[in-house]
């Protein structure tokens, strides 16, 4: 599916969030990406991925273990089917960029594929400087701004994410 030329005004973004299985960077074991054109969602992607190692550190948190991944395809087999969905966006977001950010770089490093060029914008630090909202984790900025969340979830969280970045663009809308 080809995604260029269909953003409408507001601009094209993706938001994206990842869990992983440990503390290893290139250890994704699920991806989500949520593409907004102009001021709705339009498209959203999941994928379990299966991780380079079999421990998993964090399925208390998200609830994947090895056992649900095993027989899923990697990062490398994984990505290039996702990707088209960045197609035409300007940036992506996510809550807490840097560790997003960071995972999708590492996994692509390691899958031996080129990191996606667009910037990336933080919805923690766009929750602070819009509304004031402290603590900025995503449970509470959702609360606070009436965003359902099942708090990592992948699809969830990116969904929360492209939520509140649009809850910021009305705000500023309204405040001109």
């Not at 960077?25 to 989500?32: E, I, L």
């Not at 593409?35 to 998200?62: C, K, N, Q, S, W």
């Amino acid at each position: 599916m080809s995604y260029r030329g269909t953003g409408s005004g507001g601009g094209t973004f993706v938001a994206i969030d990842f869990e992983t299985a440990d503390q290893g960077r290139d250890s994704a074991c699920s991806v989500a990406l949520v593409r907004v054109e102009g001021d709705r969602v339009v498209a959203r992607e999941h994928r379990l991925i299966r991780p380079p190692r079999r421990e998993f550190m964090f399925t208390y948190i998200h609830g994947i273990d090895w056992e649900r991944v095993s027989r899923e395809p990697v990062f490398g087999e994984v990505w290039p089917a996702v990707a088209p969905i960045l197609e035409g966006a300007e940036f992506l977001a996510a809550h807490n960029a840097p560790f997003d950010r960071s995972v999708l770089a590492a996994c692509c490093q390691a899958a031996g594929l080129p990191t996606p060029p667009q910037p990336f914008r933080c919805t923690v630090s766009l929750a602070r400087d819009t509304w004031g909202i402290r603590p900025t984790k995503l449970p509470d900025v959702c609360s606070r701004l009436g965003i359902p969340l099942r708090h990592h979830d992948a699809l969830s969280d990116a969904e929360a994410c492209a939520r509140i970045l649009l809850e910021a663009r009305r705000h500023v809308a309204v405040a001109r």
